[in-house]
């Protein structure tokens, strides 16, 4: 059974930058798929950006593109979310989620999910 643990949330200023990290336990889910979503306060659970086991296939919610880089290494079972530009309506409790399927990682029902950490940007 994998065990999604993330840390690297915190509060920052509007403009500034994150890195969110996703460690797992169960080296079997190195070879999964993983992804990232968001839940702001009083909204819906959304998804944020995804990476297929291998690294060489990445997806963006169009809201984080070109801000936000997915990224996995294998060898320490950790994937990162590194937030750039961060805007307020960035704020939320970020997941990160683990899933064999490159489509079922992208919501909404990944297998495993991580307890989340929350990122707060003020202005």
């Known amino acids: 059974q994998g065990e999604l643990v993330e840390s690297g949330g915190g509060l920052v200023q509007a403009g500034g930058s994150l890195r969110l990290s996703c460690a797992a336990s169960?080296?079997?889910?190195?070879?999964?798929?993983w992804s990232w979503f968001r839940q702001a306060p009083v909204k819906e659970r959304e998804f944020v950006a995804a990476?297929?086991?291998?690294?060489?296939?990445?997806v963006y919610a169009d809201s984080v593109k070109g801000r936000f880089t997915i990224s996995r290494d294998n060898a320490k079972n950790t994937v990162y979310l590194r937030m750039n530009t961060l805007k307020r309506e960035d704020t939320a409790v970020y997941y990160c989620?683990?899933?064999?399927?490159?489509?079922?990682?992208?919501?909404?029902?990944?297998?495993?999910w991580g307890q989340g950490t929350q990122v707060t940007v003020y202005s």
């Open positions: 989620a683990a899933d064999v399927s490159f489509d079922r990682v992208r919501g909404p029902s990944p297998t495993y």
């Open positions: 169960g080296g079997i889910l190195s070879l999964y798929a």
């Open positions: 990476i297929n086991w291998t690294g060489g296939n990445t």
